[in-house]
């Protein structure tokens, strides 16, 4: 079974599907830590981000693996490296390319080959996951999405104003929902969750029921 968390930058997706995984004893795959993986390698290495060829080559070789909530890179763990400020700024930049895009997506169907999962990321119900069994597209408003990433940024010491995060949200949104391919969009069958008012909890009910729902209905459980 496949459940599909679609949503823009801190809709909670994240929190949620990690939360909803555990307790359906599912394997959880963040999309996003892909595209930020790759960024971070990109930045590293200092490929300038309109080398394509450069860029898909990267992409070929990336050398991920994801092992108790953690994201490895070659071997080293980069799971905090992957949420700097610095990556935030350009993942849109590197995820709009349609080159890197056609890379990564047999890679994220692989990683999941056989699973049962919770996948999220922006185009999980609409490109990579069309079949999924449960789509869900959580939403909120842009300020609350904003205040949420900007917590999190300051709890972790990151020297960052509100107004920073938001207009860097705000720049991400706009890149991820206008580009050419699989761009941030509700599949027309997800279901959508407004999460402005909602606490962590109360969404991650919301979609353990649908999800609970789905398998009783498939004849999973009797009651
Ligand atoms: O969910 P996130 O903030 O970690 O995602 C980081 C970036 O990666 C985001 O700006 C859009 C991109 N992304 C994408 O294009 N497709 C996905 N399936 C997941 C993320």
């Known amino acids: 079974m496949i ?18 995984a555990q307790k359906l004893g599912f394997f959880y795959l963040d999309t996003g830590a892909i595209y930020r993986s790759l960024t971070l390698k990109l930045l590293k290495e200092r490929v300038p981000l309109t080398d394509v ?34 990556v935030d700024r350009s993942v849109s ?20 080959k056989g699973k049962n999962a919770v996948v999220e990321g922006r185009d999980m119900g609409t490109v990579v996951f069309p079949n999924a069994d449960l789509k869900i597209f959580l939403t909120a408003s842009e300020e609350e999405r904003a205040r949420r990433r900007w917590k999190e940024l300051s709890s972790k010491g990151k020297d960052i104003s509100f107004m920073e995060v938001l ?3 705000k720049r991400r949104d706009k890149i991820d929902s206008e580009r050419d391919v699989a761009p941030l969009r509700k599949s027309p069958d997800a279901i959508e969750i407004d999460t402005t008012d ?17 398998l009783k209905g498939a004849g999973v459980f009797s009651s």
């Open 167 to 169: 207009e860097d949200l």
């Open 3 to 20: 459940v599909a968390i679609d949503g823009p930058a801190g809709s909670g997706k994240t929190t949620v599907a990690k939360l909803v």
């Open 93 to 112: 930049l590197v995820a709009k390319i349609p080159e890197v895009r056609e890379v990564l997506l047999p890679l994220q169907r692989e990683l999941v």
């Open 198 to 214: 909602m606490s962590i909890n109360e969404v991650v009910e919301e979609v353990v029921r649908l999800a609970l729902r789905h």
């Open 53 to 86: 060829s450069k860029m898909r080559e990267i992409a070929r070789s990336l050398r991920l693996e994801f092992k108790r909530e953690k994201v490895f890179l070659e071997g080293k763990d980069i799971t905090e490296d992957i949420r700097d400020p610095s």
